[in-house]
């Protein structure tokens, strides 16, 4: 191993000094020739019985790696790529002479790989071929650091139907189709994309079903597209063909055919007035719907259920057509908001279109969130927050609380309002604006709560200093002494 590192190290330092001290080699080293000139795409060896090709190939060596007793045919496709048609070619190698002769039968190159022309070449018009040395494990062309250039021997043959010659003549082109939706309901428009490569090619491109054909369209930019409504129940295999409007100049060419199902929808949600729903619809609590659910087996029941729900729901039969129908279903008032589905099922559950196309089993929907209810902190939930339940916020219950400043309710009987009233503090003084506005009872409220309160607390010192005094002397604890002389 450390021998063919440092081997490949240094044919790795050689060729890069090599690259850098001689121009780099032309990817096409000259014209290979085949013999016969001409031939089938069918015949069991497609392209003659030998190649001749007019130099050798790349003479290095890499311990038991080489690049010369091996050789392979590609052909160029017509959107630049290469694909091995012959691979593996021994026969008359090694390759290292001025000329070599390649014999293409299969006896003379045991291990060969041959791939079917007619997947390749898939259309008339010219196509190059280009054979390269490929080394003697996998059969891949030598890398750039060991021989620069990319060096090949190149043929161009021409085909038309099923037969080749070698020549030039008109480029040959690619055909690609697609449709969508692949799968349709009845009516549903379809729409056909043909993709023709290269994108130069000029011409129309028609759609067709067997011998009939759907419809046609030109082709612009490389695309021609097509939409029909028009394709009736059951499985349709679409070919695409390109006819060239100048048939010197480009190749015609055909597509492999693309399987469109048109079948009616596997299951319909309908609301009660008869309109179908859009898929996976938004259903209200307590909305009632009709499903209709095709491609079931006739006469058998099925039952129906909610995803993440424990309401009943009747059973329904499939008619003679494997039609299941359930007139009425509610959405429960107790559904929990988001993604559910109808589930509907007999023992195996509900396929559709008699095994064609997916198993249904569900019909998707969605319930939206609750609408919000009254606030948890209103008045009727939280009796703290109550002024009627809490007397010391109702300013009916508490005298100190009047924001009305009438002196009458003022329980010190000052008439001149001195106290709660328009005094100077709360009253319309400057310093306490108009205070008798406030919800609270402003500042002459205060100042006749402390009045109040003040006056109260005077009187109760007064009589309990009268009261100690009385109990005091009562019993003794408490003398005078004699007046002085």
Request: proline share 8%; aromatic share 6%; hydrophobic share 35%.
């Amino acid at each position: 191993m450390i021998v063919a590192a440092c081997a490949a190290l240094a044919a790795g330092l050689v060729a890069l000094a090599v690259s850098q001290s001689q121009p780099a080699r032309a990817a096409s080293v000259g014209e290979f020739t085949m013999s016969p000139g001409n031939g089938r795409l069918s015949d069991p060896q497609p392209f003659g019985s030998s190649i001749e090709i007019p130099g050798a190939c790349p003479d290095f060596t890499l311990e038991e790696l080489n690049w010369n007793n091996f050789v392979s045919l590609y052909v160029v496709k017509p959107d630049g790529t290469e694909q091995t048609v012959l691979g593996m070619l021994s026969s008359g190698a090694p390759y290292t002479g001025a000329v070599s002769t390649v014999s293409l039968a299969a006896e003379d190159n045991p291990g060969a790989g041959v791939t079917d022309p007619s997947t390749v070449l898939t259309g008339d018009g010219t196509y190059e071929l280009r054979l390269r040395c490929v080394d003697n494990f996998d059969g891949q062309p030598a890398d750039e650091v060991f021989v620069p250039g990319d060096p090949y021997w190149s043929q161009k043959i021409t085909v038309t139907g099923d037969n080749w010659v070698v020549g030039e003549g008109a480029v040959s082109t690619g055909l690609s189709f697609a449709a969508q939706p692949s799968d349709a309901e009845i009516g549903e428009a379809v729409r056909l994309t043909a993709t023709v490569a290269p994108a130069e090619a000029t011409g129309t491109v028609a759609f067709r079903e067997g011998a009939t054909t759907i419809g046609s369209a030109p082709v612009s930019g490389g695309k021609a597209e097509l939409t029909t409504s028009d394709l009736a129940r059951g499985r349709h295999d679409i070919v695409a063909a390109f006819t060239p409007d100048d048939t010197s100049q480009w190749g015609a060419s055909e597509s492999a055919p693309f399987t469109v199902s048109v079948f009616p929808a596997d299951f319909e949600i309908r609301d009660a007035s008869g309109e179908r729903l859009p898929d996976t619809p938004e259903l209200q609590r307590g909305q009632t719907v009709e499903l209709i659910v095709r491609g079931c087996a006739p006469g058998t029941a099925y039952a129906m259920s909610m995803r993440g729900n424990d309401a009943k729901f009747p059973d329904a039969t499939a008619d003679a057509e494997g039609v299941v129908t359930w007139k009425s279903l509610t959405v429960p008032e107790d559904a929990v908001a988001g993604r559910t589905a109808w589930d509907f099922e007999a023992d195996k559950a509900c396929r559709a279109n008699g095994g064609v196309g997916a198993t249904v089993t569900s019909a998707p929907f969605t319930v939206p969130e609750p609408s919000s209810g009254p606030s948890s902190g209103g008045p009727t939930d939280d009796p703290s927050g109550d002024p009627t339940d809490d007397p010391t916020d109702d300013p009916t219950d508490d005298p100190s609380g009047d924001p009305s400043g009438d002196p009458s309710s003022d329980p010190s009987g000052d008439p001149s309002g001195t106290a709660g009233g328009i005094g100077t503090a709360g009253g319309t003084g400057t310093s306490g604006g108009t205070g008798g506005t406030s919800p609270t009872g402003g500042l002459a409220s205060t100042g006749s709560q402390v009045a109040l309160f003040g006056g109260l607390g005077a009187v109760l010192l007064t009589a309990g200093g009268v009261f100690a005094m009385r109990f005091a002397r009562r019993n003794g604890l408490l003398g005078f002494g004699q007046p002085g002389a």
